[in-house]
């Protein structure tokens, strides 16, 4: 099974804009050259009126037709869940326990050790292109659903609006916030004129998810999936998953990696394909945490347990700042897709950070010490 690497940290230029001004002032230039004031009063005119017509850097693209042809990784969760009859369906943590099948997000503060004890189990503690995993879903939940103390917990703080709470209030749960936003700095409140993400804010913290597959249609237009299971399960049956659960080596082909932004308006924080995976650029992607949980989401918490587990996180302890426009560019790519993403172009309600018990005991800080 083959994976793919993307690379998604340059900042981009607008080439056309570029051109436009190059032009504009080569006009100017030649007029200069000429005494006739008039002319250069008239062409400056010209270029005035040219460069008030550009676009704002970064604005949002419109979204291109999906490609045509077979999802061939249309149905396979459900597939998947038909062979296994109910054993991957959520339970009881305490049955889970049995099995010792850990939980996600935990809290990946630096010297964290979970309580449970989950013997041999290893995180990939690499990136997942070198095992030959691809991403096959981007999505993204209210807040963060891990804990970084100091970076991501319950003493960070975020927009406050009254028709925020109420969004908040009838809709999806909001996990821990960053200590990011400050109401006086008009990035992290002026509003933004979204195009193609549904109910986001600026101002507030958003983890986002990229789960990885050796499995996926990994370099074909089928790669990118909803529900993320059809991407994880693209290319495997019910009887191999099977031997690769009891085997132990499912958190050796599945894996996540997260990242938790507060989003500002403000285009020096653009980035142009978040889409595909974590950035990993100066400081942003350079402290992780690795271990071994399970899938997330708010039909689990501390008492209702994900029976699919294990798998691979790899959790940027750090916040960083994006732009608005980088998530509503990603929306717009997330549209160009073959499957349709639609239900992910919203944020998720955020599982409760995992109780001790339930949370594993492999952390690994990047090569810091506990």
């Given at each position: 099974m083959s994976g793919v690497q993307y690379s998604n940290v340059e900042k981009s230029s607008s080439s056309g804009m570029m051109s436009k001004v190059l032009v504009a002032?080569?006009?100017?230039?030649?007029?200069?050259?000429?005494?006739?004031v008039g002319l250069v009063h008239q062409m400056q005119k010209d270029v005035d009126h040219i460069v008030s017509g550009m676009e704002p850097e970064h604005a949002p693209m419109?979204?291109?037709?999906?490609?045509?042809?077979?999802?061939?990784?249309?149905?396979?969760?459900?597939?998947?869940?038909?062979?296994?009859?109910?054993?991957?369906?959520?339970?009881?943590?305490?049955?889970?326990?049995?099995?010792g099948v850990e939980q996600a997000g935990g809290n990946v503060t630096v010297g964290y050790e979970g309580g449970l004890d989950?013997?041999?189990?290893?995180?990939?503690?690499?990136p997942y292109y070198k095992q030959k995993l691809c991403p096959v879903n981007v999505h993204w939940h209210l807040g963060a659903e891990h804990l970084s103390v100091g970076q991501y917990d319950e003493t960070g703080s975020g927009p406050g609006s009254a028709s925020h709470r109420k969004l908040l209030a009838e809709g999806a749960r909001l996990g821990r916030r960053c200590h990011k936003y400050?109401?006086?700095?008009?990035?992290?409140?002026?509003?933004?004129?979204?195009?193609?993400?549904?109910?986001?804010?600026?101002?507030e913290t958003y983890e986002v998810h990229w789960p990885h597959s050796s499995v996926g249609a990994c370099g074909t237009p089928n790669q990118y999936q909803t529900p993320f299971y059809d991407g994880v399960l693209c290319n495997i049956d019910g009887p191999?998953?099977?031997?690769?659960?009891?085997?132990?080596?499912?958190?050796?082909?599945?894996?996540?990696?997260?990242?938790?932004?507060?989003?500002?308006?403000?285009?020096?924080?653009?980035?142009?394909?978040?889409?595909?995976?974590?950035?990993?650029d100066g400081d942003k992607g350079s402290?992780?945490?690795?271990?071994?949980g399970s899938t997330t989401g708010t039909s689990r918490d501390n008492s209702v347990c994900s029976a699919w587990s294990p798998i691979t996180w790899q959790v940027d302890r750090t916040c960083h700042l994006i732009?608005?426009?980088?998530?509503?560019?990603?929306?717009?790519?997330?549209?160009?897709?073959?499957?349709?993403?639609?239900?992910?172009?919203?944020?998720?309600?955020?599982?409760?950070?995992?109780?001790?018990?339930?949370?594993?005991?492999?952390?690994?800080?990047?090569?810091?010490?506990p």
């Open positions: 002032l080569g006009v100017v230039t030649f007029c200069g050259v000429f005494a006739n419109s979204t291109k037709s999906p490609m045509s042809g077979t999802n061939t990784c249309e149905g396979q969760k459900t597939t998947i869940e038909t062979y296994f009859n109910g054993a991957l369906d959520n339970g009881s943590c305490a049955d889970k326990l049995v099995a989950v013997g041999t189990d290893e995180p990939i503690k690499e400050d109401s006086s700095v008009e990035m992290y409140t002026k509003e933004y004129d979204w195009q193609h993400c549904v109910g986001m804010k600026v101002g191999t998953l099977a031997t690769v659960i009891s085997g132990n080596q499912l958190h050796l082909n599945v894996g996540v990696q997260a990242q938790i932004f507060t989003i500002v308006n403000d285009e020096n924080y653009y980035y142009p394909d978040l889409m595909r995976g974590m950035i990993v402290e992780i945490t690795y271990y071994t732009s608005a426009s980088t998530f509503d560019k990603m929306c717009a790519d997330m549209k160009s897709q073959r499957d349709d993403m639609s239900d992910d172009l919203y944020a998720h309600g955020s599982r409760e950070v995992t109780a001790d018990t339930i949370t594993a005991n492999n952390q690994d800080f990047n090569g810091l010490a």
